[in-house]
C-alpha cells in the first residue's frame, strides 16, 4: 500500500529561485495600487505647501547589505531574517513544533514559517538555542536563492517595497513568498481531486445515499506515489439517545468525528498488517517501528492532511472580525465566540451560554471544532492506539466550503488557543500547527440536501459504506453494510475495544489483553492521559472554558 521514501519536501530556497525573479520586479513596480505608511509624528507640508498624511518610510539598509553584514559575522540568522521581514514585506513566524527523528533526551524545536511556508526544524536544550538553530537552518536554505538574485534585490534607493493597498483580494500576484507558498502547495489541488473521486465513487455505488454528503470530511494520506483518501465520514449530528452503557451507540456522528473514527479503523487494519506474520502484509502497513519510542510510527514520506467542505461547528465559525485581543466589541461576546463549545443534537452552545439548559438529559459532546483542537495536541489516534503508535498529527486542514472567505476562526481555535503547551506536555507529544487553507469545495449533484440526519463512514479497505442514523446513533435497516442484527455500528466504542483486543493478541501485549473494560484500557494509556489532563487544564487557565466530562457509566463496559 504505502512504501517508505525520504522526504517529500524538497529545498525551499532553491525551488523559490524563478518565482523571486518573476515577482521582484512587479514588486518594486507601480503596477498595483498602494498606499503610503502613516506617518508616525504627525501630518507634514509637502513641497507644494499642502498637508501629506503620511510618509513613505526609507529602509536603512538594503537586503543585499543586510545579506552581506550577516556573512561577515556582524548580524545573526534571527536578526536577518527580522531586518529582511521589514524591507521584502513578508510575514515572519518562529513557532514552536515538535522534535525530529529519534532523538534522545529533552529538548525544545522551533521552525521558520515565512508567509505560512515552514522550514526546517532547529532543536537545542533552551528554547533561544532552539530558535537560533532553526533560523540559520532557513537562512541556509534561503541564502542560495537570494545570491543569486543579488542583481534584481532592491537597493536603499529611497523607496522600499510598496505596501499593497489593504482592500486588495490577493498579493500573490507581486509578493514572492506568498507565491512560494502557493506553488509549494498546489499538491492541495490534488486532495480534493481524490476526495470528489472517492465520493464519486461511492455515492455511484449507492446513489440513494447522495443526500447524506451534505457535511463532508475525509482524511487523506500523501506519500511519493500521490495522494490517497484512506477515511471518509458525512453527517452533522448528536445522538438524542442517552448515555450508552453497552458502548453499542455512536454518540457524536458530525462528519469531522466519523471520519476520524473512520480513520481509527484504517490504524488498527495498519497495526494487524504490521504485527501479522506474513512479510508482505507487514511491508504494505503504513507503520514501522521507532527505536527511540519503542512504538510504531508513520513510515517516512507518510503524511496526513484532513478536507472538511464546511467549517465545523465552534469556535471555528467565529465572525472575521474576531480576535483575541478585541478593540471594537465587547469582552464577553468574544468569550462566547472563542470559547469551548459543547454539542447537543446538531445545536452547539458556548460553555458560558445561560441559553443551554445543562439538568436536561441529553447526550452532550464538544464542538467539531474542540475536538480538532484537542486532536491537534493529542494526536488523532485517540487512547487506546496511543498504547501501539506515537501520536498521529495532521499537517494541513483543507477547508472546501464555497461560502468560506475567511479562516481566522479557524486558525485562532485550532492553533492559537493553544499555543504555547508543547513544553508542558509529556515526550511525544506537542501543539502540531496544521497548516490551514481554502480549496476548491467538494459537493454532490444531490437536489435534496440537508434533509437527511443519515451519515455515512468508510475507510480504505471496506467492501461497502455504512449508514448511522446520526439521532439514533445505530446503522440503518437500508445500510450497504450492517455489523449485526443489533445494528450497533462498527465505529461505536464497543468495535474499537474489540479491533484493540486483537491488535493486543498479535503483539502479544497481555497487560493489554487482561484490561477488564473499556475504560481501564484507556486509564492505562498514561502519557496519553498526562497530555490530556495538561490540555484541559490549560483551556480552563486561559479562559476558554472547562472541558465536558463525560457520564462514568459511558465507558464501563466490557467485551
Given at each position: 500500500?504505502?512504501?517508505?521514501?525520504?522526504?517529500?519536501?524538497?529545498?525551499?530556497?532553491?525551488?523559490?529561485?524563478?518565482?523571486?525573479?518573476?515577482?521582484?520586479?512587479?514588486?518594486?513596480?507601480?503596477?498595483?495600487?498602494?498606499?503610503?505608511?502613516?506617518?508616525?509624528?504627525?501630518?507634514?507640508?509637502?513641497?507644494?505647501?499642502?498637508?501629506?498624511?503620511?510618509?513613505?518610510?526609507?529602509?536603512?539598509?538594503?537586503?543585499?547589505?543586510?545579506?552581506?553584514?550577516?556573512?561577515?559575522?556582524?548580524?545573526?540568522?534571527?536578526?536577518?531574517?527580522?531586518?529582511?521581514?521589514?524591507?521584502?514585506?513578508?510575514?515572519?513566524?518562529?513557532?514552536?513544533?515538535?522534535?525530529?527523528?529519534?532523538?534522545?533526551?529533552?529538548?525544545?524545536?522551533?521552525?521558520?514559517?515565512?508567509?505560512?511556508?515552514?522550514?526546517?526544524?532547529?532543536?537545542?536544550?533552551?528554547?533561544?538555542?532552539?530558535?537560533?538553530?532553526?533560523?540559520?537552518?532557513?537562512?541556509?536554505?534561503?541564502?542560495?536563492?537570494?545570491?543569486?538574485?543579488?542583481?534584481?534585490?532592491?537597493?536603499?534607493?529611497?523607496?522600499?517595497?510598496?505596501?499593497?493597498?489593504?482592500?486588495?483580494?490577493?498579493?500573490?500576484?507581486?509578493?514572492?513568498?506568498?507565491?512560494?507558498?502557493?506553488?509549494?502547495?498546489?499538491?492541495?489541488?490534488?486532495?480534493?481531486?481524490?476526495?470528489?473521486?472517492?465520493?464519486?465513487?461511492?455515492?455511484?455505488?449507492?446513489?440513494?445515499?447522495?443526500?447524506?454528503?451534505?457535511?463532508t470530511a475525509a482524511f487523506i494520506m500523501q506519500t511519493s506515489g500521490g495522494c490517497e483518501v484512506v477515511?471518509?465520514?458525512?453527517?452533522?449530528?448528536?445522538?438524542?439517545?442517552?448515555?450508552?452503557?453497552?458502548?453499542?451507540?455512536?454518540?457524536?456522528?458530525?462528519?469531522?468525528?466519523?471520519?476520524?473514527?473512520?480513520?481509527?479503523?484504517?490504524?488498527?487494519?495498519?497495526?494487524?498488517?504490521?504485527?501479522?506474520?506474513?512479510?508482505?502484509?507487514?511491508?504494505?502497513?503504513?507503520?514501522?517501528?521507532?527505536?527511540?519510542?519503542?512504538?510504531?510510527?508513520?513510515?517516512?514520506?507518510?503524511?496526513?492532511?484532513?478536507?472538511?467542505?464546511?467549517?465545523?461547528?465552534?469556535?471555528?465559525?467565529?465572525?472575521?472580525?474576531?480576535?483575541?485581543?478585541?478593540?471594537?466589541?465587547?469582552?464577553?461576546?468574544?468569550?462566547?465566540?472563542?470559547?469551548?463549545?459543547?454539542?447537543?443534537?446538531?445545536?452547539?452552545?458556548?460553555?458560558?451560554?445561560?441559553?443551554?439548559?445543562?439538568?436536561?438529559?441529553?447526550?452532550?459532546?464538544?464542538?467539531?471544532?474542540?475536538?480538532?483542537?484537542?486532536?491537534?495536541?493529542?494526536?488523532?489516534?485517540?487512547?487506546?492506539?496511543?498504547?501501539?503508535?506515537?501520536?498521529?498529527?495532521?499537517?494541513?486542514?483543507?477547508?472546501?466550503?464555497?461560502?468560506?472567505?475567511?479562516?481566522?476562526?479557524?486558525?485562532?481555535?485550532?492553533?492559537?488557543?493553544?499555543?504555547?503547551?508543547?513544553?508542558?506536555?509529556?515526550?511525544?507529544?506537542?501543539?502540531?500547527?496544521?497548516?490551514?487553507?481554502?480549496?476548491?469545495?467538494?459537493?454532490?449533484?444531490?437536489?435534496?440536501r440537508g434533509s437527511f440526519t443519515y451519515g455515512i463512514n468508510w475507510s480504505e479497505g471496506d467492501s461497502?459504506?455504512?449508514?448511522?442514523?446520526?439521532?439514533?446513533?445505530?446503522?440503518?435497516?437500508?445500510?450497504?453494510?450492517?455489523?449485526?442484527?443489533?445494528?450497533?455500528?462498527?465505529?461505536?466504542?464497543?468495535?474499537?475495544?474489540?479491533?484493540?483486543?486483537?491488535?493486543?493478541?498479535?503483539?502479544?501485549?497481555?497487560?493489554?489483553?487482561?484490561?477488564?473494560?473499556?475504560?481501564?484500557?484507556?486509564?492505562?494509556?498514561?502519557?496519553?492521559?498526562?497530555?490530556?489532563?495538561?490540555?484541559?487544564?490549560?483551556?480552563?487557565?486561559?479562559?476558554?472554558?472547562?472541558?465536558?466530562?463525560?457520564?462514568?457509566?459511558?465507558?464501563?463496559?466490557?467485551?
Amino acid at each position: 500500500m504505502f512504501q517508505a521514501r525520504g522526504s517529500f519536501q524538497g529545498s525551499r530556497g532553491a525551488s523559490s529561485a524563478k518565482t523571486l525573479m518573476r515577482n521582484l520586479p512587479a514588486m518594486l513596480g507601480l503596477t498595483e495600487s498602494y498606499e503610503t505608511l502613516p506617518a508616525s509624528s504627525g501630518p507634514s507640508q509637502d513641497v507644494f505647501g499642502q498637508q501629506s498624511k503620511g510618509y513613505l518610510v526609507k529602509p536603512k539598509v538594503s537586503p543585499k547589505t543586510l545579506i552581506e553584514r550577516y556573512r561577515q559575522g556582524e548580524v545573526n540568522a534571527l536578526a536577518l531574517l527580522h531586518q529582511l521581514a521589514q524591507v521584502l514585506q513578508f510575514h515572519l513566524e518562529i513557532k514552536e513544533t515538535v522534535t525530529t527523528g529519534n532523538i534522545r533526551g529533552f529538548y525544545f524545536a522551533f521552525c521558520v514559517v515565512i508567509d505560512g511556508v515552514e522550514y526546517e526544524t532547529g532543536m537545542g536544550t533552551t528554547k533561544k538555542e532552539a530558535r537560533h538553530k532553526a533560523a540559520v537552518l532557513a537562512v541556509q536554505d534561503l541564502l542560495p536563492t537570494w545570491e543569486n538574485l543579488n542583481s534584481v534585490l532592491p537597493e536603499a534607493s529611497g523607496v522600499p517595497p510598496p505596501l499593497p493597498v489593504k482592500e486588495k483580494p490577493s498579493i500573490s500576484d507581486f509578493h514572492p513568498y506568498r507565491s512560494i507558498h502557493e506553488r509549494k502547495n498546489s499538491v492541495n489541488l490534488h486532495i480534493p481531486h481524490a476526495v470528489r473521486d472517492q465520493l464519486t465513487k461511492l455515492m455511484n455505488s449507492h446513489p440513494e445515499f447522495s443526500a447524506c454528503a451534505d457535511t463532508t470530511a475525509a482524511f487523506i494520506m500523501q506519500t511519493s506515489g500521490g495522494c490517497e483518501v484512506v477515511a471518509f465520514g458525512t453527517g452533522n449530528f448528536n445522538t438524542k439517545e442517552g448515555a450508552s452503557t453497552s458502548g453499542r451507540i455512536v454518540h457524536d456522528s458530525h462528519a469531522v468525528v466519523t471520519a476520524r473514527r473512520s480513520l481509527m479503523r484504517f490504524l488498527y487494519r495498519n497495526l494487524l498488517m504490521f504485527f501479522s506474520k506474513m512479510a508482505n502484509l507487514k511491508e504494505r502497513s503504513v507503520f514501522q517501528h521507532n527505536s527511540s519510542s519503542g512504538l510504531l510510527s508513520l513510515k517516512s514520506g507518510v503524511t496526513l492532511h484532513l478536507y472538511v467542505n464546511q467549517l465545523p461547528k465552534g469556535a471555528a465559525q467565529m465572525p472575521s472580525k474576531m480576535r483575541l485581543n478585541p478593540l471594537s466589541i465587547s469582552a464577553w461576546q468574544v468569550n462566547n465566540e472563542i470559547s469551548l463549545h459543547l454539542s447537543v443534537e446538531g445545536k452547539v452552545f458556548s460553555v458560558f451560554s445561560s441559553a443551554f439548559d445543562h439538568s436536561a438529559s441529553k447526550v452532550v459532546s464538544m464542538s467539531a471544532t474542540d475536538k480538532l483542537t484537542q486532536w491537534q495536541v493529542l494526536g488523532y489516534q485517540g487512547a487506546l492506539l496511543s498504547h501501539f503508535i506515537e501520536p498521529i498529527y495532521v499537517e494541513s486542514i483543507l477547508i472546501g466550503d464555497a461560502s468560506c472567505s475567511d479562516i481566522r476562526g479557524m486558525e485562532i481555535s485550532v492553533s492559537q488557543r493553544v499555543e504555547g503547551i508543547t513544553s508542558q506536555l509529556p515526550t511525544f507529544y506537542c501543539m502540531m500547527r496544521p497548516h490551514i487553507s481554502l480549496v476548491p469545495s467538494v459537493a454532490t449533484d444531490s437536489t435534496d440536501r440537508g434533509s437527511f440526519t443519515y451519515g455515512i463512514n468508510w475507510s480504505e479497505g471496506d467492501s461497502s459504506l455504512e449508514v448511522v442514523d446520526g439521532l439514533e446513533g445505530k446503522t440503518i435497516e437500508e445500510s450497504p453494510f450492517k455489523s449485526s442484527s443489533a445494528l450497533a455500528s462498527r465505529l461505536c466504542k464497543a468495535a474499537m475495544l474489540h479491533r484493540f483486543k486483537l491488535v493486543a493478541k498479535e503483539a502479544q501485549r497481555q497487560d493489554l489483553l487482561a484490561t477488564s473494560s473499556y475504560r481501564e484500557a484507556k486509564s492505562m494509556a498514561k502519557p496519553y492521559q498526562e497530555a490530556k489532563n495538561v490540555l484541559r487544564a490549560y483551556l480552563s487557565q486561559q479562559g476558554f472554558g472547562p472541558w465536558l466530562l463525560k457520564p462514568s457509566v459511558s465507558d464501563n463496559f466490557s467485551m
